[in-house]
C-alpha cells in the first residue's frame, strides 16, 4: 500500500517587526491551487461560461412571462366609455353703458364746522356812571330790538355839561345879533356923518363967497373948517368900527360853531347814559347789576342774531376749484337720532372761499350762511312742523355738490361692480358667445345716487373715467366666480321681484 504523501502545513511565522502581518498574508496569497481546499478553489473558465449563460437565460425567462401577461391584459381590457364635454355656463347680471350728465353723477364734498351767528354785538359802555334802572325783562335768552332799554346810568353830570353848552350856544347867539345891528348903526351914523360932511363943505363955499363980498369974517371961516375936520375924523373912527365887524362875526361864528360841537358832544354823552342793542337779537348775558358803577369801555352785555348763521365748514383743498360761490347746500345737525337728523336741517348757500388752504391739514375752509327767521313762519311743508333754529355752537355737516360743466357727461357703473379698479365685461367672441372679460378702468370718485335706467334699487355707484366705452356690457354679479374667458349668460340688471 503506497503512502500518500501530504504537505504538513506551514507553520505560522510570527511578525518580527510592524510589516510582518502584511508579508504573512501575501504568501498565503499566493499559495498554489492544487494546495487549496476544495471549497476555497476559485472556478475554472468552463464554470464560469455556464453561469453566465444561466443567467442570460432566466432574464430573457422573465421577460417573456411579462410580455405574455402584459399582452393578456390588453386583450382583456374594458373599452372607456367617451361623452362630449360641455362647457359651464355662468349666469350673471350685466348693465350696458351709457352717457350719464354731469349734474346727475355730481361729486359730493363732505364738511364739518361749528355755526355761529353773523351778527353778534358785545355790548360796552362809553360813558362812566352808576346804573340806576334796568330794562324789563332784561335777562339771557330773552329777545330784544334796538327801541329796549337795556341799562340807565346816571346821567345828571353830563346834563349839568348839556345844559351849560346850550346856555354858552344861546349868549353867542346874542352877541352875533348885537354885532349885526351894530353893523347896521354904523353904517347909519357913517351916512348922517357923510351928510354933515356934505353940508359943511357947502356952507364953507358960501362964507368964502361971502369973504370975497365982504360980508363974512374969517373967524367964521375957521369955525366952519374945524366942524369939518370933526366930522371927517369921527367919521374915519366909525369906518375903522364897521371895517373889524367881518372879522368879529367870523370869530363869533367860530366860537358859535365850537360851542354847537360841545353841546352835540355833551348831548352824546347824555344819551350814551341810555345804553341800547345796536341789532335785535337774543341776549346771550348781562354783565352789569343795578347799582354798579361802570366805566367806559366795559362790558355790560352780549346780543346775538339769529336771523344769519355763518358756518366756517371744512373741506379737502383739492374741492377748492370744484365749488363756486352760491351754490345751496344742505347743513345737517351732527349726531342724534333719524328722526333728530332729518327735522335739524337747513338750506344754506356759499357765501365765500378762502383763497389759502392749510398746508398742514390740507384743508379749505368755505363759508357757508343760513337765512332763517326766528319770529316768522318756517313750517315745514312735510312735516307740517316747525324746524328748530341753528344755533350759535352747532356741531354741523354739509354735503356741497362739485360744479357741473354744461352739456358734459360721464360713465357709471355699480360700486359692487368694482375690484381694485379693475372690472369684467361681457364681450362676444368669434362665434358670437358672450365671454367674461376682465377690464382695467380709472375710478374717479364714487357716489351715493339712484339711476333706475341702470339698476333700480342700487345705491351706491362708481364714477368711471377711462377704460369703458359706451355700449358694453359690464357684469355685476357673481364677479368672484369669473375667470378670463368664462361663458356668461347675461340677465336683467334687476332680480324679478
Do not use: C
Not at 334796538?146 to 355839561?161: F, I, K, T
Not at 361692480?417 to 372690472?423: I, T
Amino acid at each position: 500500500m503506497t503512502e500518500s504523501t501530504t504537505t504538513p502545513p506551514r507553520p505560522p511565522v510570527a511578525a518580527s517587526h510592524q510589516g510582518g502581518a502584511t508579508r504573512a498574508d501575501d504568501a498565503d496569497r499566493e499559495q498554489p491551487a492544487e494546495l487549496m481546499p476544495a471549497a476555497e478553489r476559485p472556478p475554472t473558465h468552463p464554470e464560469k461560461r455556464l453561469a453566465l449563460w444561466v443567467r442570460i437565460g432566466v432574464g430573457v425567462g422573465v421577460l417573456i412571462v411579462a410580455v405574455l401577461i402584459a399582452g393578456a391584459l390588453i386583450s382583456n381590457r374594458r373599452q372607456a366609455i367617451q361623452m362630449p364635454v360641455e362647457e359651464t355656463v355662468l349666469r350673471v347680471r350685466g348693465m350696458q353703458i351709457s352717457p350719464v350728465p354731469v349734474d346727475r353723477a355730481t361729486r359730493l364734498w363732505e364738511g364739518f364746522g361749528m355755526a355761529r351767528a353773523r351778527d353778534h354785538a358785545d355790548i360796552s359802555a362809553e360813558v362812566s356812571g352808576r346804573v340806576i334802572e334796568r330794562g324789563g325783562n332784561i335777562d339771557p335768552g330773552q329777545p330784544i330790538t334796538p327801541n329796549d332799554v337795556l341799562l340807565r346810568l346816571d346821567g345828571a353830570d353830563y346834563l349839568e355839561r348839556l345844559r351849560s353848552a346850550q346856555s354858552n350856544a344861546r349868549m353867542l347867539l346874542a352877541q352875533l345879533e348885537a354885532l349885526d345891528i351894530e353893523q347896521v348903526s354904523l353904517e347909519r351914523q357913517i351916512e348922517q356923518i357923510d351928510e354933515q360932511i356934505r353940508l359943511t363943505t357947502w356952507e364953507i363955499d358960501r362964507v368964502q363967497e361971502a369973504l370975497s363980498g365982504a360980508s363974512a369974517t374969517d373967524l367964521e371961516v375957521v369955525r366952519l373948517r374945524a366942524a369939518l375936520a370933526r366930522l371927517e375924523s369921527e367919521r374915519a373912527r366909525i369906518r375903522q368900527q364897521a371895517e373889524v365887524i367881518p372879522s368879529r362875526r367870523a370869530a363869533l361864528l367860530a366860537e358859535i360853531d365850537r360851542n354847537t360841537h360841545e353841546v352835540a358832544l355833551a348831548q352824546r354823552q347824555y344819551d350814551r347814559t341810555t345804553i341800547h342793542s345796536p341789532i335785535s337779537g337774543v341776549l346771550q348775558s348781562v354783565d352789569a347789576q343795578f347799582g354798579e358803577w361802570i366805566q367806559p369801555g366795559q362790558k355790560v352785555a352780549r346780543v346775538v342774531s339769529l336771523d344769519r348763521m355763518e358756518i366756517p365748514l371744512r373741506l379737502p383743498a383739492s374741492a377748492q376749484g370744484e365749488i363756486m360761490p352760491g351754490t345751496e347746500v344742505v347743513v345737517r345737525a351732527a349726531g342724534g337720532g333719524a328722526r333728530l337728523v332729518r327735522q335739524e336741517q337747513w338750506t344754506a348757500r356759499i357765501a365765500r372761499i378762502a383763497p389759502e388752504a392749510d398746508t398742514q391739514a390740507r384743508m379749505v375752509t368755505v363759508f357757508l350762511e343760513v337765512d332763517q327767521k326766528p319770529d316768522g313762519d318756517n313750517t315745514s311743508a312735510q312735516t307740517n312742523e316747525p324746524p328748530r333754529l341753528l344755533m350759535p355752537g352747532r356741531f354741523v355737516t354739509a354735503t356741497i355738490p362739485a360744479h357741473a360743466g354744461n352739456g358734459a357727461t360721464l360713465t357709471v357703473v355699480p360700486r359692487r361692480a368694482v375690484m381694485d379698479d379693475r372690472l369684467w365685461i361681457a364681450a362676444k367672441d368669434a362665434d358670437g358667445v358672450s365671454r367674461a372679460q376682465p377690464r382695467q378702468v380709472r375710478v374717479l370718485y364714487h357716489i351715493e345716487a339712484r339711476f333706475p335706467e341702470f339698476v333700480a334699487h342700487e345705491t351706491q355707484w362708481s364714477v368711471i373715467g377711462s377704460g369703458l366705452e359706451h355700449g358694453e356690457v359690464v357684469i355685476i354679479s357673481n364677479t368672484d366666480d369669473l375667470l378670463p374667458g368664462s361663458r356668461v349668460e347675461i340677465l336683467s340688471a334687476d332680480p324679478a321681484p
